[in-house]
């Protein structure tokens, strides 16, 4: 098992590593040997090199939606999908207006879509957000394969929920990249939390 969350050594990230842990995933040379060649492949290597050279490029500068959009730019990509959550539709149109601005095609598409009642898919009425009542289901799984009916070249993920946005990520035919991720409590932040574990986040995490 590798446990590099806990790892002091870092020999990763030196040119001459010396003694790798006994768990150093480095050990395993036949698997990172296949992982460097699948960089080679057609549909890895321009988009690995650009996202690379992008973040050097704009290292500690740029924010992540000017990232986004450069990727885009870089990658020749003329329409892009976008997938964002009923939340955030106010920052939804907004980034649809700054991608089209960069001279980008947006197709987006919202969670809610299909209008489809969560007691449909097997969710007990009384674990609903307001029990007893109707309630749209997220349909991440809609929403990638609208993206795909529409030949989306790259998807961007606004906002999905926890778990919906794995589905999103499983069936859409695209690349994805994730623009914000949903945190509620935190003004999307999920780092905040993280960074407040021992702190302000201790009894409300674990
Ligand atoms: S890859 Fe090896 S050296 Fe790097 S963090 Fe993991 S265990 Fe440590």
Not at 28 to 34: E, I, R, S, Y
Not at 45 to 58: Q, V
Not at 64 to 73: A, P, V
Not at 139 to 158: C, D, R, S, V
Request: with cysteine; net charge neutral; hydrophobic share 40%.
């Amino acid at each position: 098992m590798y446990t590099c969350a806990h790892c002091n050594i870092l020999a990763c990230d030196e040119e001459h590593p010396g003694k790798l842990p006994a768990n150093c995933p480095m050990r395993k040379t036949g698997l990172m040997n296949t992982a460097l060649e699948t960089y080679t492949l057609p549909e890895n290597r321009d988009f690995y090199i650009t996202a690379s050279e992008l973040e050097a490029l704009g290292y500690c500068q740029w924010p992540r939606i000017k990232e986004t959009i450069l990727l885009c730019q870089k990658m020749g990509y003329t329409r892009v999908g976008l997938a964002f959550c009923k939340g955030l539709r106010k920052e939804a149109r907004i980034v649809d207006d700054l991608l089209r601005r960069a001279g980008l095609e947006v197709v987006s598409v919202i969670c809610k879509t299909g209008g489809i009642d969560k007691e449909c898919v097997g969710i007990a009425p009384d674990r609903k957000v307001a029990p007893g009542s109707f309630e749209s289901m997220c349909n991440p799984i809609a929403q990638a394969m609208l993206l795909n009916e529409q030949n989306t070249q790259f998807n961007i993920a606004l906002g999905l929920c926890v778990g919906h946005d794995s589905m999103f990520y499983k069936y859409s035919e695209a690349l994805v990249t994730t623009l914000v991720a949903k945190d509620r409590v935190t003004g999307h932040n999920p780092a905040a939390a993280i960074y407040c574990a021992d702190s302000y986040f201790k009894k409300r995490i674990l």
